[in-house]
């Protein structure tokens, strides 16, 4: 049942939504100008008890920084380093297999490969660690690592590397179980002289798109999503959103969107930048469910400590990736919370948690998106319904 009736056209919005049926652009658009939020999360706990039954979910991993070099310069980032740095990571063979079999032995299931974008086209350094490594590009390593670790641990590897070409994906496609590109804004404008994305041509959204509907003609599990306060307005948002519904609507391959919000960082240009507003940004997750229907939709909750469960209330399913052993490198001063914290913070607001792998059952229990070399991996990791065994974990 809807809060109020006080805005007919609003309301006749949310009921179509609740139905399934479309909203058009300028009816999402309402929903961040009305002043009845209770109504609006009212309706994405609807949509996603009709859509998204079951549990919430989370992913157990580890995260391997595996080089922190970048082509890009982001003017939010401190995850990229340059060669002198002390903090710059290049990981051997031997140092990924150790993290690895440290991660299997906390019952890790996901291993998530993240690197800076191309950093073999920008650094010398690079190129010559990839040299000493038989490799000529950050993805024939990563490869080449996935494998190892698949044949080794069994540990399920998800790639984060950026916006990648059809012919790359196709040779992670064998190793990794899914991958990952966020979106983070559709707008074109945030490429412009003095915007966040104006020294990384990878974050052009053409760029990303075109990455998202490559992964989806190879028909990957892929993970996109939004990064909000980074200079975007509303109807950035609503097209943005709308763009990952279309794109999904076309292929079906899009497992999860993320969304996030921004949190500025000291050192860097946007260090003074406010992050968005704690209503702002509860609204924005509930018109985001709203606007995707029944996809699967997790907010960070690292990125949101004191607060995390309340986003329940705006009809998110899922917590993402969540480690008992390494930092969130690209956010390194927010901890993980511990997975006890999260289970207690969701059993509050009245549901279960439950870990899945880094495909998401649905995906994995369709064929075609899952290569048969990953098959005999996956099958020790999943029950029925293709989450992780609880006997597992414990």
Not at 303 to 326: E, H, M, R, V
Not at 370 to 382: F, I, Q
């Amino acid at each position: 049942m809807l809060a109020t009736k006080s805005d007919p056209g609003v309301y006749e919005t949310l009921v179509k939504s609740l139905e399934g049926r479309h909203i058009s652009k300028p009816e999402a658009m309402e929903l961040f100008v009305c002043h009845d939020q209770d109504a609006i999360l009212s309706t994405a706990r609807s949509i996603r008890e009709k859509t998204k039954r079951g549990p919430i979910t989370y992913s157990r991993k580890i995260f391997i920084n595996l080089i922190n070099l970048c082509r890009d310069s982001c003017s939010y980032c401190t995850y990229k380093k340059e060669p002198t740095d002390k903090s710059v990571s290049m990981m051997r063979p031997s140092e990924v297999l150790e993290l690895a079999q440290a991660g299997k032995k906390l019952r890790c299931t996901e291993a998530l490969f993240i690197t800076g974008e191309r950093p073999e086209q920008r650094y010398a350094q690079a190129r010559s660690w990839l040299h000493s490594l038989g490799h000529s590009t950050t993805i024939e390593y990563i490869r080449e690592m996935s494998e190892m670790i698949l044949q080794k641990t069994g540990l399920l590897p998800h790639t984060n590397a950026g916006s990648l070409t059809k012919k790359e994906m196709s040779l992670l496609k064998h190793t990794n179980v899914s991958l990952g590109v966020m979106l983070e804004s559709s707008s074109e404008r945030l490429a412009a002289k003095g915007m966040p994305h104006e020294m990384a041509p990878s974050k052009n959204p053409r760029v990303r798109i075109k990455t998202l509907e490559n992964a989806g003609d190879l028909m990957i599990p892929t993970t996109t999503g939004l990064l909000i306060g980074i200079g975007e307005q509303p109807e950035d948002i609503i097209d943005s959103l709308f763009l990952i519904k279309e794109i999904n609507q076309n292929y079906g391959h899009i497992q999860e969107v993320i969304i996030q919000n921004f949190a500025p960082k000291p050192g860097t240009q946007m260090s003074g930048t406010l992050p968005p507003a704690y209503d702002f940004f509860l609204t924005v997750v509930g018109v985001a469910r709203i606007v995707l229907g029944g996809m699967n939709i997790q907010v960070p909750p690292n990125l949101n400590p004191y607060s995390f469960g309340k986003y329940l209330n705006a009809g998110i399913n899922d917590w993402g990736g969540i480690s008992p052993l390494t930092i969130d490198h690209v956010n390194p001063e927010f901890p993980w919370p511990s997975i006890s914290s999260v289970r207690d913070a969701t059993q509050t607001m009245g549901y279960t948690l439950r870990a899945r792998l880094p495909v998401y059952p649905e995906f994995l229990l369709d064929n075609k998106y899952v290569s048969e070399a990953l098959r005999p991996h996956l099958e020790p990791l999943c029950d029925g319904y293709g989450l992780v065994p609880e006997e597992y974990l414990a």
